[in-house]
């Protein structure tokens, strides 16, 4: 079957830097060129007009510049994908571009490999988000209803550490969470190095680059669209694939999109890096619970202490920041090889949420497989510690005035979950 052919406009107000353009894509057969505009203006109504995959935009132009003529696409047009080229090619430049919603930024006279390999990476791109934005259903936005009673819980799971066991314990407790009834967002707040994805093994076609673009205006064909969907339900939003992607996601405007998740879901578990930033600390702040995971280590017992008086500094209340202990061997602290349990309780003040114990072989069997590690035998540990947390968390959350939550309430089908959940999580 013939792919579909790539089309794409020109925009540039010197005809030689058309021309060439034009010339080099005619080699390609994949490529069609559809039109060429001398200004942002022209630009902008060919685009409209012609609706092209791709728009080779300059920056520089004398009636409206690139960048604003960018900016008026991505509200008329938001399935072209734009990029920016200019003769500078300095960080200010890409930035002002990334901003106006520009996929990709090109120094002019692109190099030809790198002008094929762009549009063709920026044009797949495109085809999957066009799938879930297309301009018919721009005029009919489902908006994202809040329901009045309707109350969610933000789980931070933090470490200081690299390594410590952010991911694992963030995907199982995501995964643990998830039940009838229950909805579960687990975001993957990592946006260099990411792995959700590859803990859970799913291939995201869209990641949060694309919904934080469209924070101020989000809608649920949208929302629904990108995030990803694991067997077992839980819904994924995956970091960036490439770690240059992080780029495109303005950080000062992560908060606002979790906060405006919030309605779609009862529990958000956000897998945090290592970094205590403006956007950590936002995150922090609309948690109900922060999960600190350290291992048994000295080092992780001064970065976990460090970590712990900058989160009491805070003035959160005592039960919000909760120790996870990850890789505990009970053998090595009786030899005194790892610190104790006791250590970690006593110079954090706070007794252990849970103690996740070590064990290779089933969480590496689970990570290489990309499943989740209470996918397999829940009847024993580590699975059965780390459904033991969710259960714990769920018990935590609900409000006080009501009846222990047992799974069995959970589980009961009858009810549509909305309502469910507002007599579990009541209150916060
Ligand atoms: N309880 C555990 N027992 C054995 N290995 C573990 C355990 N928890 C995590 N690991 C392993 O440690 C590695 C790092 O874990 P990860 O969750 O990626 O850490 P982080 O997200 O904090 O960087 C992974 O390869 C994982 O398999
Ligand atoms: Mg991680």
């Known amino acids: 079957?013939?792919?579909?052919?790539?089309?794409?406009?020109?925009?540039?107000?010197?005809?030689?830097?058309?021309?060439?353009?034009?010339?080099?894509?005619?080699?390609?057969?994949?490529?069609?060129?559809?039109?060429?505009?001398?200004?942002?203006?022209?630009?902008?109504?060919?685009?409209?007009?012609?609706?092209?995959?791709?728009?080779?935009?300059?920056?520089?132009?004398?009636?409206?510049?690139?960048?604003?003529?960018?900016?008026?696409?991505?509200?008329?047009?938001?399935?072209?994908?734009?990029?920016?080229?200019?003769?500078?090619?300095?960080?200010?430049?890409?930035?002002?571009?990334?901003?106006?919603?520009?996929?990709?930024?090109?120094?002019?006279?692109?190099?030809?490999?790198?002008?094929?390999?762009?549009?063709?990476?920026?044009?797949?791109?495109?085809?999957?988000?066009?799938?879930?934005?297309?301009?018919?259903?721009?005029?009919?936005?489902?908006?994202?209803?809040?329901?009045?009673?309707?109350?969610?819980?933000?789980?931070?799971?933090?470490?200081?550490?690299?390594?410590?066991?952010?991911?694992?314990?963030?995907?199982?407790?995501?995964?643990?969470?998830k039940r009838e009834g229950v909805r579960v967002l687990l975001v993957d707040c990592d946006l260099q190095f990411g792995d959700v994805g590859v803990f859970l093994n799913l291939k995201p076609q869209a990641t949060i680059v694309e919904l934080i673009r469209s924070v101020d205006d989000l809608d649920l064909d949208l929302v629904n669209g990108v995030l990803v969907t694991h067997d077992s339900g839980l819904r994924v939003l995956a970091a960036p694939v490439r770690p240059e992607d992080a780029e495109y996601v303005p950080t000062a405007k992560v908060p606002l999109l979790i906060e405006k998740l919030r309605s779609q879901f009862d529990f958000i578990v956000l897998d945090m890096n290592t970094r205590i930033d403006e956007m950590a600390l936002a995150l922090f702040d609309m948690a109900s619970r922060i999960l600190l995971v350290l291992n048994p280590t000295l080092p992780a017992l001064k970065n976990g202490l460090a970590a712990i008086t900058l989160l009491d500094s805070l003035e959160y209340p005592q039960e919000k920041t909760q120790l996870v202990l990850n890789r505990v061997t009970p053998e090595l602290e009786r030899s005194k090889v790892a610190i104790a349990v006791s250590v970690f309780e006593q110079k954090l003040r706070r007794k252990a949420f849970a103690i996740i114990p070590m064990d290779e072989k089933r969480v590496l069997y689970a990570v290489n497989r990309g499943i989740s590690v209470i996918a397999k035998d829940r009847n024993q540990s580590p699975a059965r510690d780390l459904i033991t947390m969710a259960d714990a968390l769920i018990q935590d959350l609900a409000p006080k005035q009501e009846a222990p939550a047992s799974s069995q309430q959970l589980q009961t089908p009858d009810k549509p979950p909305a309502s469910r959940l507002g007599r579990l999580f009541g209150s916060r």
Do not use: C, W
Request: charged residues 30%; without cysteine.
């Open 1 to 177: 079957m013939a792919e579909k052919k790539i089309k794409i406009l020109i925009v540039d107000d010197i005809p030689e830097a058309r021309e060439r353009l034009q010339k080099l894509l005619a080699f390609e057969p994949d490529f069609e060129v559809v039109g060429m505009a001398s200004g942002g203006r022209e630009g902008i109504r060919l685009a409209i007009e012609l609706q092209p995959d791709i728009v080779l935009m300059d920056i520089n132009m004398p009636d409206i510049d690139g960048i604003t003529a960018a900016t008026e696409l991505r509200r008329n047009v938001p399935t072209v994908g734009v990029i920016m080229m200019s003769v500078q090619g300095e960080a200010e430049y890409i930035r002002r571009a990334l901003q106006a919603g520009a996929r990709d930024f090109l120094t002019k006279p692109p190099p030809t490999e790198e002008l094929y390999a762009t549009v063709r990476r920026v044009a797949e791109d495109m085809r999957s988000l066009s799938i879930l934005v297309s301009s018919e259903d721009k005029k009919e936005k489902k908006k994202l209803e809040v329901e009045a009673d309707h109350v969610s819980h933000v789980i931070a799971v933090y470490s200081p550490q690299g390594g410590a066991g952010k991911t694992t314990i963030a995907t199982n407790l995501a995964a643990a969470l």
